[in-house]
């Protein structure tokens, strides 16, 4: 079983920056992939950026270098720095983990832009 908490969330303006994290806990030794997902009201949630232990990465294209992820195998951690906040990037942010027949979600963190 793993588990998955995020953190960094909160309340933000328009061009500011956010970071975000996300830690593992329990069989982690079986995760390969990990990674973070969203989701805006009234939208089906979306891939943001998702990166393996090697570092190979697979990134949604409206990054568009406003994202960077980055894994921590030692301290089994993903994080997602956000640069430029526009209102679109308001949403929930999932921290996911993946298995090869398994995957595992956190609870997610709020990212609200709003001016």
């Known amino acids: 079983q793993v588990q998955l908490v995020e953190s960094g969330g909160g309340l933000m303006q328009p061009g500011g920056s956010l970071k975000l994290s996300c830690e593992a806990s329990?069989?982690?030794?079986?995760?390969?992939?990990m990674g973070w997902y969203r989701q805006a009201p009234g939208k089906q949630r979306e891939l943001v950026a998702t990166?393996?232990?090697?570092?190979?990465?697979n990134t949604a294209d409206f990054i568009k270098g406003r994202f960077a992820i980055s894994r921590d195998n030692a301290k089994d951690a993903v994080n997602l720095q956000i640069d430029s906040l526009k209102p679109e990037d308001a949403a929930v942010y999932y921290c996911n983990a993946q298995e090869r027949a398994t995957t595992y979600w956190g609870k997610g963190t709020l990212v609200t832009v709003s001016s």
């Open positions: 329990g069989s982690i030794a079986l995760i390969n992939t």
């Open positions: 990166i393996t232990r090697d570092g190979r990465r």
